[in-house]
């Protein structure tokens, strides 16, 4: 329509192949006045005949058919290599046949792949699993001054896991006032806090099992990661690939928080005889098809985890039943909710609190 009343051949043989020639009486109008074909517009049209009789149009080749299937095997090796929690895994258990084998897994996918030091991540995930939502002891609770689940953070409680108090100061009261605003954007760098956790417990004075190969892993992420971002053209685009990488990231450190942020907290130490109770008040499961395990990376189904955390991820699921069983036959809670739900019960976890945190002369000292 853009051409009506001229010459469209040019365009025509270049948007058709032949066998649509056959149509065009169907369409005739009339012949256009003082029709004229330039030089240039006969060698184009001469190409195209030559380029269709030796059937260049028709050969296509198999270049897209493996671009296609490449681009098949990358996304899944992004999923199942990325996206699978493979260092949460090789943490809990021996998954590799020998110690030997296990051990080498660790150090490939939490220092090599990731940047983050395997034994930074079973010091800090051991204590989390053994003291789960108990403020003092959980240092997956510790994240003052940008985040507190709670108006009992407001008394500057002691850190027995960082040996250090957790001071509600000035500029903590102001960060944690708009904490249900910060979340996620936090949650988008949060990878840069892993590094820096990885990064002191390394260079302190602290007994670290294997401190050479720790230290070795995280030197080979430093070399392979700014050697790839480096191909990228310039530095906008660096910096872009990076801040995404980490945001993508970022959804992980959200399910982190999502299974316990919602869940009971506590203060005081923790009691051994209550294991089984505590770890179910503390943790939540996520609620989804099957077809989205691989999203959570085993996470979905925290409670059996926390109750079981050596139990390999495939059996978590097998287990549920009994768990839910039991919780029943002695009036337990049992909770279990949809990852948008368990998003909106946080984010409102976190709004109370930094309601409370905006008038701290009369803080409402409900465990939320």
């Known amino acids: 329509m853009n051409l009506t009343g001229q010459d469209v051949t040019n365009a025509f043989v270049a948007y058709h192949p032949a066998t649509t020639w056959k149509h065009l009486n169907d369409f005739f109008i009339g012949y256009l006045p003082d029709y004229h074909v330039s030089d240039v517009s006969k060698d184009f049209r001469r190409l195209i005949s030559e380029f269709t009789k030796v059937g260049l149009f028709d050969k296509k080749g198999h270049g897209v058919y493996i671009t296609m299937c490449s681009i098949v095997v990358m996304i899944m090796t992004s999923l199942c290599g990325v996206s699978s929690w493979l260092g949460h895994d090789f943490g809990h258990y021996q998954i590799m046949s020998s110690r030997e084998y296990?051990?080498?897994?660790?150090?490939?996918?939490?220092?090599?792949?990731?940047?983050?030091?395997?034994?930074?991540?079973?010091?800090?995930?051991?204590?989390?699993?053994?003291?789960?939502?108990?403020?003092?002891?959980?240092?997956?609770?510790?994240?003052?001054?940008?985040?507190?689940?709670?108006?009992?953070?407001?008394?500057?409680?002691?850190s027995y896991f960082y040996e250090m108090k957790m001071n509600f100061d000035v500029v903590t009261r102001f960060l944690v006032s708009y904490q249900h605003w910060i979340f996620y954007p936090v949650m988008c760098l949060a990878r840069l806090n892993l590094f820096a956790q990885s990064f002191?417990?390394?260079?302190?004075?602290?007994?670290?099992?294997?401190?050479?190969?720790?230290?070795?892993g995280i030197l080979v992420f430093w070399i392979w990661f700014p050697f790839v971002v480096s191909f990228l053209p310039n530095l906008g685009e660096r910096v872009m690939f990076v801040l995404a990488s980490f945001t993508v990231t970022g959804v992980q450190h959200v399910q982190f928080c999502l299974n316990h942020f919602t869940s009971s907290v506590y203060v005081g130490p923790p009691i051994g005889n209550n294991w089984f109770e505590n770890q179910m008040k503390g943790t939540l499961d996520i609620t989804c098809p099957s077809w989205m395990d691989w999203?959570?990376?085993?996470l979905q189904y925290q409670i059996e985890h926390h109750l079981f955390p050596r139990l390999p991820r495939c059996n978590l699921k097998k287990i549920s039943p009994y768990v839910k069983e039991l919780c029943k036959k002695h009036n337990l809670p049992y909770l279990s909710v949809f990852f948008l739900e368990a998003n909106v019960l946080m984010i409102g976890t976190l709004r109370t609190a930094a309601l409370q945190a905006r008038d701290i002369t009369n803080p409402i000292p409900k465990n939320l």
Do not use: Y
């Open 295 to 298: 999203f959570h990376g085993g």
């Open 102 to 158: 296990n051990r080498f897994a660790q150090v490939l996918t939490g220092n090599c792949l990731s940047g983050i030091s395997i034994a930074w991540w079973k010091w800090n995930h051991n204590a989390h699993h053994i003291s789960c939502n108990i403020f003092e002891f959980d240092p997956d609770l510790q994240h003052m001054p940008f985040f507190a689940v709670s108006s009992s953070l407001f008394s500057s409680l002691r």
């Open 200 to 216: 002191v417990l390394l260079s302190s004075k602290c007994s670290v099992p294997n401190r050479i190969q720790e230290i070795i």
